[in-house]
């Protein structure tokens, strides 16, 4: 499997990239990353919302709350420590917007993605994360992923080769047996989820290339199930506390690793025209803040009002199914004053359906 290496704004070559395949399948179905060449538009107040803290935009001058630019390069990378993708992006912004000439379809590109690889994600058990123990594989995953048993043996047994994000290839025996007979992975197992500090609730994804090559991908868990919602300005600004407690699990879920000096350093050099750099981890339930500009503008043309109803789908942690969420508009909470004023980011505030609201507080 090739790893292919990019530029970055500044032209040098940084570390190599993951196969676009496989990144897609790590991220989650749910995931769109522009394209280069594309139009976007980039919100600055979004990028801050992914830092480990707070940062200081005060000191920007001439500081724009949205500014459109053009995809430079991207770069699809995995965290050394805990395995999580993201993407590097470069952006360039556009200082007088021409008329729309790039048409934006992640769908098509999602499609080939999906047509090279088969995956399957499951949701590690306290059995499967217990490092002197194995991991007990789905049907679905060994009859579509692993290369076939010969079930004639007794008892059926092989040894199977399977690379992680980093190219890393780790050994496992995978046997079918018990009472009833189930298929497991066992040598190999406790090294691999010792080493990558695996823990009931993250979820490990067995990737087959449409070469036939195994690979392995990790999501950590997310601090609560029902931080889909942060998408959304709630209406209950306590609910939405709770239920997108961005704090914990910080080193383990991706947040926490953009510094806030490198968003308060993305929103100088885009407010005043220059290009630049920003790291993106796809986390499910984080609101995008490099957004396709047709999705903005599409957005703005709609009269906007109290009573109106929306909604959402939000991708569940094992990837097999998409929650949707409703609501309607409570109100319409653009910032009038500060630093932020007339920004558009979160100023749609969203009174979610009594059902929704059930779900976020059984399952946060």
């Known amino acids: 499997m090739s790893f292919l290496l990019k530029k970055e704004c500044g032209g040098e070559v940084s570390s190599s990239s993951i196969d676009p395949h496989i990144w897609k399948a790590c991220a989650g179905s749910s995931v769109r990353v522009p394209t280069v060449n594309t139009r976007v538009f980039y919100f600055p107040q979004g990028h801050g919302e992914q830092c480990s803290s707070v940062p200081d935009f005060s000191s920007v001058p001439f500081l724009k709350t949205l500014v459109v ?17 993201f993407a590097k992006i470069c952006l360039e912004p556009i200082i007088a917007a021409p008329p729309v000439s790039v048409s934006l379809n992640d769908d098509s590109d999602s499609d080939a993605c999906d047509a090279n690889v088969v995956s399957f994600a499951k949701i590690l058990t306290p059995s499967d994360a217990n490092n002197g123990g194995g991991f007990s594989v789905p049907r679905f995953c060994a009859d579509s992923i692993f290369p076939r048993l010969n079930f004639n043996a007794n008892p059926p047994v092989q040894s199977i080769s399977i690379r992680d994000v980093h190219g890393t ?3 496992f025996r995978h046997i079918y047996r018990g009472t009833p007979r189930r298929h497991l992975l066992t040598t190999g197992w406790s090294k691999f989820v010792n080493q990558k500090k695996l823990c ?21 868990a997310r601090s609560t199930a029902g931080s889909g919602v942060g998408r959304w300005k709630m209406e209950d600004d306590d609910l939405a506390r709770r239920s997108c407690n961005f704090e914990e699990g910080v080193l383990r879920n991706g947040k926490g690793k953009i510094l806030a000096e490198s968003a308060v350093e993305a929103a100088q050099l885009a407010s005043s025209g220059k290009p630049f750099e920003i790291i993106y981890y796809p986390n499910a339930g984080s609101p995008d803040f490099v957004v396709r500009a047709e999705a903005v503008e599409d957005a703005l043309k709609v009269y906007w009002t109290v009573g109106f109803r929306v909604k959402m789908a939000m991708e569940t942690e094992d990837s097999t199914r998409a929650t949707w969420f409703q609501g309607t508009v409570s ?15 979160r100023s749609l505030q969203v009174r979610l359906c009594p059902l929704c609201m059930q779900y976020l507080l059984t399952n946060r």
């Open 200 to 220: 009931a609730g993250d979820t490990a994804l067995f990737i087959k290339h449409r070469s036939g090559e195994l690979f392995v991908g990790i999501r950590r």
């Open 169 to 171: 290839k780790w050994e």
């Open 331 to 345: 109100s319409l909470v653009a910032s009038e004053v500060g630093i932020w004023r007339g920004s558009l980011w």
């Open 69 to 85: 630019c053009r995809i430079v390069s991207v770069q699809l990378l995995a965290n050394q420590e805990n395995d999580q993708v």
